[in-house]
């Protein structure tokens, strides 16, 4: 089938039901009596269409490098009708990414998204893992993790198909960070068997590289909600900056909370709180955007990057304090 077919039905009724009845399912999923074949083969299948949804030009985050590269989009300047986002854009799509940018208080810089390739590579290895000739113990884990692995591909997948400009309007902005969150929910199933797993056959690596995943969707729910409040026109600054310092102050929070368990989640969440950091003080130091930015924005990104900088500190203590007790 075409890619068009595909594109036809994303819809965003359609996404939102799919992922209602992943996140509603889920927890009544029982793969206890399922063949190991069949469980391994799901796997591989819920992996390879994460791979290829995010493969899918056309997102919001991919338009913005295709700008910059090509010179249609300064960064460094706010949003202005007459600059497309990218060339050949319909209208109502333009500058929806430069928008989110220049008035979201939770905008991590470039660096941080290197976080992907160390994610990915890690859950290939997860799923090659599977077939390889290792102890039982993983025969004993697969019935428990497999659910909660197919839903956070499935739902990583939808938040894929919803993150385009063609839901920056009305309630389907918030869909993208639906189907983000829902992803963040799912791998928390695989985080807590993780936590609670007794046998001493499981590899340490095994759970590394969804622990990083369940960390790094955590933040970037939180920005993905700080992008779609940023991207409505009428919200005012005083929400933005509201929602922004709430954001940073959760996503400390769960770090804090889980780094004593979780030490490598902990770090993930300190690696995106420093590139949210990173992103304001290149925020401040933007003549252009500061020009344009009310009072109350540029209080708000000097208090973020405070509370950024502190959160992400705070969660490197606490992931490093349980290896020196």
């Known amino acids: 089938m075409s890619l068009r077919f595909f594109s036809g039905l994303n819809s965003p009724p359609l996404v939102v039901a799919a992922g209602a009845?992943?996140?509603v399912g889920l927890p009544a999923l029982e793969f206890s009596t399922v063949s190991l074949a069949v469980l391994k083969g799901a796997n591989v299948l819920a992996f390879l269409t994460n791979v290829a949804a995010v493969s899918v030009p056309g997102r919001l985050d991919g338009l913005q490098d295709q700008a910059m590269r090509s010179?249609?989009?300064?960064?460094?300047?706010?949003?202005?009708?007459?600059?497309?986002?990218?060339n050949n854009q319909p209208p109502h799509q333009e500058n929806i990414y430069s928008t989110i940018r220049t008035r979201t208080l939770?905008?991590?810089?470039?660096?941080?998204f290197a976080i992907w390739g160390p994610i990915y590579l890690g859950e290939a290895t997860f799923v090659a893992a599977?077939?390889?000739?290792?102890?039982?113990?993983?025969?004993?884990i697969l019935p428990q993790i497999t659910a909660p692995f197919v839903a956070f591909n499935l739902m990583q997948s939808l938040w894929c198909a919803s993150f385009r400009p063609s839901y920056s309007e009305g309630w389907n902005k918030w869909v993208s960070v639906a189907m983000l969150g829902g992803t963040a929910y799912s791998l928390s199933f695989i985080e807590?068997?993780?936590?609670?797993?007794?046998t001493p056959l499981v590899p340490w690596w095994y759970f590394l590289p969804l622990t990083v995943h369940f960390g790094w969707t955590t933040a970037a729910t939180l920005v993905n909600l700080n992008g779609s409040v940023a991207m409505e026109p009428s919200t005012s600054d005083a929400t933005i900056v509201a929602v922004g310092h709430a954001s940073a102050l959760t996503a400390t929070a769960l770090?804090?909370?889980?780094?004593?368990?979780?030490p490598a989640y902990g770090l993930t969440v300190a690696?995106?709180?420093?590139?949210?950091?990173?992103?304001?003080?290149?925020?401040?130091?933007e003549r252009a955007s500061q020009q344009n930015q009310s009072e109350s924005l540029k209080t708000g990104a000097k208090v973020q990057r405070i509370l950024c900088w502190a959160g992400?500190?705070?969660c490197v203590g606490a992931s490093i304090v349980p290896f020196l007790v």
């Open 21 to 23: 009845a992943i996140v």
């Open 71 to 86: 010179g249609d989009l300064n960064p460094s300047k706010p949003a202005s009708s007459s600059t497309p986002l990218v």
């Open 106 to 112: 939770l905008n991590p810089s470039g660096w941080a």
């Open 130 to 140: 599977q077939f390889l000739s290792l102890p039982h113990g993983l025969d004993f």
């Open 192 to 198: 807590a068997i993780a936590m609670t797993t007794s």
């Open 255 to 262: 770090g804090l909370a889980l780094a004593p368990s979780a």
């Open 271 to 285: 690696w995106a709180l420093a590139a949210c950091a990173d992103g304001m003080a290149k925020r401040l130091n």
């Open 312 to 314: 992400s500190a705070l």
